[in-house]
């Protein structure tokens, strides 16, 4: 799964810059994630570093947006140009 911002959101700015896919990015009312981007840090680090570093915990996984490690890690791959 992708991860998702919910409107829980403070827009504290301390999520996007750790993104290390560049898929969180200020909208129209709070912080959101680009699901096409998001590989929940898979490739990266161990875990999420936006949820790592979220004062309020308002990241949880995008029901929306089904992925397997395997799918996240072949996103990865793509978005890295890593073989």
Do not use: R
């Not at 998702?4 to 999520?15: F, K, Q, S």
């Not at 290390?20 to 981007?37: C, F, R, T, V, W």
């Not at 875990?47 to 004062?55: A, D, G, L, S, T």
Request: aromatic share 6%.
């Amino acid at each position: 799964m992708a991860l998702m911002i919910t409107d829980e959101c403070i827009n504290c700015d301390v999520c996007e810059p750790e993104c290390p896919n560049g898929a969180i990015y200020q909208g129209e009312m709070i912080y959101e994630i680009n699901s096409d981007l998001c590989t929940e840090c898979v490739g990266h680090f161990d875990k999420p570093q936006c949820v790592e570093v979220c004062p309020i915990d308002c990241i949880p996984l995008d029901p929306d947006v089904v992925e397997s490690t395997e799918q996240l890690l072949h996103k990865y791959y793509q978005l890295t140009s890593v073989k």
